[in-house]
């Protein structure tokens, strides 16, 4: 079983629709019994809640469901999942310090974005639900570089 790990702020937004989306194109594909998924946020700001209502509205809108509850990233989370997809730099840097390495299994989201390699998925939580759309739009294209990849690395 490959585990993949996304991490955002506060898991409500960014990482739980890249969670969400990921898990849809693993079930279409049919890579349940080889990829699993999961969400966390660097900060604790919204541990036991559920998504912010415009990730869910933005992700049904798509025909996919949300469903977590907001986690903290943790150091063994190192330990339980092959791939740790950060949203942006300051995540990744944040999870390198609370890790005390940068493993090759830490990664940028949008590495595997072809419009913005290497940016930020940028935080929609301040804006309306255009912000979303946005953020939706470039999670449902690196995942689909991100399973590619997998599926050549590990020959799915």
């Given at each position: 079983?490959?585990?993949?790990?996304?991490?955002?702020?506060?898991?409500?937004?960014?990482?739980?629709?890249a969670?969400?989306?990921?898990?849809?194109?693993?079930?279409?594909?049919?890579?349940t019994?080889?990829?699993?998924?999961?969400s966390?946020?660097t900060?604790?700001?919204?541990v036991?809640e559920?998504?912010?209502?415009?990730?869910?509205?933005?992700?049904?809108?798509?025909?996919?469901?949300v469903?977590?509850?907001?986690?903290?990233?943790?150091?063994h989370?190192?330990?339980?999942?092959?791939?740790?997809?950060?949203?942006d730099?300051?995540?990744?840097?944040?999870?390198?310090?609370?890790m005390?390495?940068?493993?090759?299994k830490?990664?940028?989201?949008?590495?595997?974005?072809?419009?913005?390699?290497g940016?930020?998925?940028?935080?929609?939580?301040?804006?309306?639900?255009?912000?979303?759309?946005?953020v939706?739009?470039?999670?449902?294209?690196?995942?689909?570089?991100?399973?590619?990849?997998?599926?050549?690395?590990?020959?799915?």
């Amino acid at each position: 079983m490959i585990k993949v790990l996304f991490v955002c702020l506060g898991n409500i937004c960014r990482s739980p629709l890249a969670e969400a989306i990921f898990k849809k194109k693993i079930e279409k594909e049919g890579l349940t019994a080889v990829l699993a998924t999961d969400s966390a946020g660097t900060a604790n700001y919204h541990v036991g809640e559920n998504p912010d209502p415009r990730t869910v509205e933005i992700a049904a809108k798509h025909g996919i469901p949300v469903s977590h509850k907001g986690q903290q990233f943790k150091i063994h989370h190192q330990n339980e999942f092959d791939y740790l997809i950060a949203m942006d730099h300051s995540n990744y840097q944040n999870m390198i310090s609370q890790m005390g390495n940068e493993p090759e299994k830490l990664i940028l989201m949008r590495d595997f974005d072809p419009n913005g390699k290497g940016e930020n998925v940028p935080d929609p939580w301040y804006g309306g639900m255009n912000g979303f759309e946005e953020v939706y739009q470039i999670l449902d294209r690196s995942t689909d570089n991100f399973l590619a990849f997998l599926r050549e690395k590990h020959n799915l």
